[in-house]
T-cell receptor, first 107, second 113 residues
């Protein structure tokens, strides 16, 4: 069945460093969604990517959808402590989520 | 506030028991999804309903069942509970089925003792 793999599973950075998480699918995705879950919170929708090669920015966050629509990335520039949390990608017919990347930040 | 309401917030029960988790979707949303999140784990998709009908099934155990009622609220029934069923159960809703923005509730934390 469709699988969405996310790497890395954990990432610890110093505040101010950049951070990137990658999402890879075994099949072509019609679109992909990204969510953030703060510690103790619930997932919150960040963005949806639909087009091949699409790039979207939200302040310090940059989201990319691969040309083949099988992979995606989320890049955070100059991390802040408010960026702490787990970032999930989701992109399959049955709303299957990747395992998530847990970001921790050393202030 | 996402607009999705889940009750109860916390539930402690014994092994072998049965519980019902409730979800009220965001106003106007026809699709409801249930997810299980164990400690430090990802979101495991359980089941999806759209306008009262089961739409998709994930890794849902036979001991678990769900339904969506005419008023669009949904219930997840967990029976013959085991210690391993202890987890955070999230409900999410969206306007339409498929890959689209979904709004999550605060979750129900189930502890089986």
């Amino acid at each position: 069945g469709q699988q969405v793999m996310q790497i890395p599973q954990y990432q610890h950075v110093q505040e101010g460093e950049d951070f990137t998480t990658y999402c890879n699918s075994s099949t072509t995705l019609s679109n992909i969604q990204w969510y953030k879950q703060r510690p103790g919170g619930h997932p919150v929708f960040l963005i949806q990517l639909v087009k091949s090669g699409e790039v979207k920015k939200q302040k310090r966050l940059t989201f990319q959808f691969g040309e083949a629509k099988k992979n995606s990335s989320l890049h955070i520039t100059a991390t802040q402590t408010t960026d702490v949390g787990t970032y999930f990608c989701q992109g399959a017919q049955k709303l299957v989520f990747g395992q998530g990347t847990r970001l921790t930040i050393n202030p | 506030d996402s607009g999705v309401t889940q009750t109860p917030k916390h539930l402690i029960t014994a092994t072998g028991q049965r519980v019902t988790l409730r979800c009220s979707p965001r106003s106007g949303d026809l699709s409801v999804y249930w997810y299980q999140q164990s400690l430090d784990q990802g979101l495991q998709f359980l089941i999806q309903y759209y306008n009262g009908e089961e739409r998709a099934k994930g890794n849902i155990l036979e001991r678990f069942s769900a339904q969506q009622f005419p008023d669009l609220h949904s219930e997840l029934n967990l029976s013959s509970l085991e210690l391993g069923d202890s987890a955070l159960y999230f409900c999410a809703s969206s306007v339409r089925p498929g890959n689209t923005e979904a709004f999550f509730g605060q979750g129900t934390r189930l502890t089986v003792v």
